[in-house]
């Protein structure tokens, strides 16, 4: 039954006591908030991290030539790595543990692509089929580059979206022709990317026939694969395989790290996966002894309280109060305190956190969409009201103690 004698005298206590009870609500409120903001930016660089690794499948490996930085069975350091076509032949063919496999020829300097009177400068990518599963590239229209036109040397290239809107516009892009680089390439597909508008404003072309055309003869850049179910112990396994083809056809040391540049996505995802890991204990651990330090402080303040009125209590269990009338009385006040102080801490932080949130919509410094679970924000609070009962429970406990002759005697 609400008691609103009870609720009036609570707040009389409050008023007169504005200060002291501004510093108790503070250091609440302030623990509730750094643990809100705390998460938000935890959340925010785990999304940031997960981003930057959404274009690029997780289990990927990326095999770049390199320059040797060893001399090795009389040839000297410094050497170019040059990998060839039989290199991606027989890595596909002879390491088990592939999924998916392709070669990548680089097309560098200014690559012209028109169509009608509508022209720009884009990005040519020379792959193989199972590039696509690389770059999580998502065909839209047509199809993607296939086998018989690795075989046959096809002129036809997969363009991305945004180049369709450019040269296209509103017209249909299959099967009609585009030069790229003066030379007609007809469109068999178009592809979107989640890597951004810049992953769209590439095109996707044979390898074959890109070494055939643009005098790429059988030379090879980049091998990259997909280790698929692989855990990362078999995906090290696969890579020492073949680097270890690698340096016995190129004649370098197995042990040089420079001579080839590997990417393996599934260890740097685990590695920032495992620092997030760790960093989101961090802040739990911040934002938790936080919030004890405002349960403590309720507590303090509590005990502060009884002590300010020991002769009132006093004159209570003069008068015939209960001792659970007592104890009622200040719990409700230290859980007052601390339900609203938490309360304005939670919509403070989640507050910031929408406020800040639109400006970080991208990865671009790896921070991405700051936000905090608002039910473990919550929970939080309803923990820190219930801790905030607890602390003013054994102040209140000892007020109930208090014999009546020695309160009343306290100056």
Same mark, same amino acid.
């Given at each position: 039954?609400f008691?609103r004698?009870k609720w ?12 002291r009870t ?6 609440? $409120?302030w ?12 959340? @925010?660089?785990?999304?940031? %991290?997960?981003?930057?690794f959404?274009?690029s ?8 030539g390199?320059q040797?930085s060893m001399?090795y069975k009389g040839?000297?350091?410094g ?8 290199d991606?032949?027989? $890595?596909g063919? &002879?390491?088990p @543990? ?7 020829f680089w097309?560098w ?7 009608k009177?509508? *022209?720009?400068s884009?990005?040519i ?6 590039y696509?599963?690389m770059?999580?590239s998502?065909?839209v229209?047509g199809r993607?580059i ?5 075989i ?10 945004i180049?369709?809107? #450019?040269?296209f +516009?509103?017209?249909p892009?299959?099967?009609k022709?585009? +030069?790229?680089n003066?030379?007609?390439f ?6 979107e990317?989640?890597g951004?508008d810049w992953?769209m ?22 091998i990259?694969?997909t ?9 090290q396994e696969i890579?020492?395989?073949?680097k @270890?083809q690698?340096?016995? +056809?190129h004649?370098f040391?197995?042990?040089d790290q420079?001579?080839l540049?590997i ?8 590695k920032?996966?495992n620092l997030?890991?760790? #960093?989101?204990?961090f802040?739990?651990?911040i934002?938790?002894? &936080? ?6 402080g ?7 309280v009884?002590k300010?009125?020991t002769?009132?209590?006093g004159i209570?269990k003069? #008068?015939g109060?209960s001792?659970?009338?007592i104890?009622?009385l #200040?719990?409700?006040?230290?859980i007052m %305190?601390?339900?609203?102080s938490? *309360? ?11 406020l800040i949130s639109p400006f970080?919509?991208?990865?671009e410094?790896?921070?991405m969409?700051?936000?905090?679970d608002?039910?473990v $924000?919550?929970y939080? &609070?309803i923990?820190?009201?219930v801790a ?5 429970l054994?102040?209140a406990?000892?007020?109930a103690k208090?014999?009546p002759?020695?309160?009343?005697r306290d100056e």
């Open positions: 039954m008691d004698d009036r005298e609570i707040f009389d206590t409050i008023r007169k006591n504005k200060l501004f510093l108790t609500g503070f250091s609440v $409120a623990g509730i908030f750094m643990l809100i903001i705390l998460l938000g930016s935890g959340n @925010g660089l785990q999304n940031g %991290i997960k981003d930057q959404k274009d499948a997780v289990n990927s490996v990326w095999i770049s390199g040797t001399p040839f000297e350091a050497r170019r790595i040059q990998m060839t076509n039989e991606y032949d027989r $890595a063919s &002879t390491i @543990g592939i999924e998916h496999i392709s070669g990548r097309m300097g200014s690559n012209m692509l028109s169509y009177n509508e *022209y720009g884009f990005d990518s020379p792959v193989h089929p199972d696509k599963y770059e999580r998502v065909i229209k993607f296939n086998e018989l036109d690795i046959r040397c096809r002129k036809v290239t997969v363009i991305g979206k180049i369709q809107d #450019i040269l +516009k509103e017209e892009p299959l099967g022709y585009i +030069k790229v003066s030379v007609p007809k469109v068999v597909g178009v592809f990317d989640e951004g992953e404003r590439r095109v996707y072309v044979p390898i074959s026939t890109a070494q055939k055309i643009f005098t790429g003869g059988n030379r090879i850049n980049q990259s694969l280790t698929g179910e692989a855990s990362a112990e078999q995906a890579i020492s395989n073949i @270890g690698l340096a016995s +056809k004649k040391d197995v042990e420079q001579a540049h990417w393996n996505t599934q260890e740097e995802f685990s920032f996966m997030m890991s760790s #960093i989101r204990i802040i739990w651990v934002g938790i002894f &936080t919030i004890i330090a405002g349960v403590v309720v507590s303090n303040i509590m005990m502060i009884v300010d009125r002769r009132e209590v209570r003069a #008068i109060a001792p659970w009338s104890i009622n #200040i719990l409700m006040e230290a %305190i601390t339900a609203f938490g *309360y304005v801490g939670l919509v403070l932080g989640v507050g910031l956190l929408e970080f919509t991208t990865s410094y790896y921070f969409n700051p936000e905090a608002l039910m $924000a919550v939080a &609070t923990v820190l009201i905030g009962a607890i602390a003013g054994f102040p406990i000892r007020a208090i014999k002759i020695l309160a009343l």
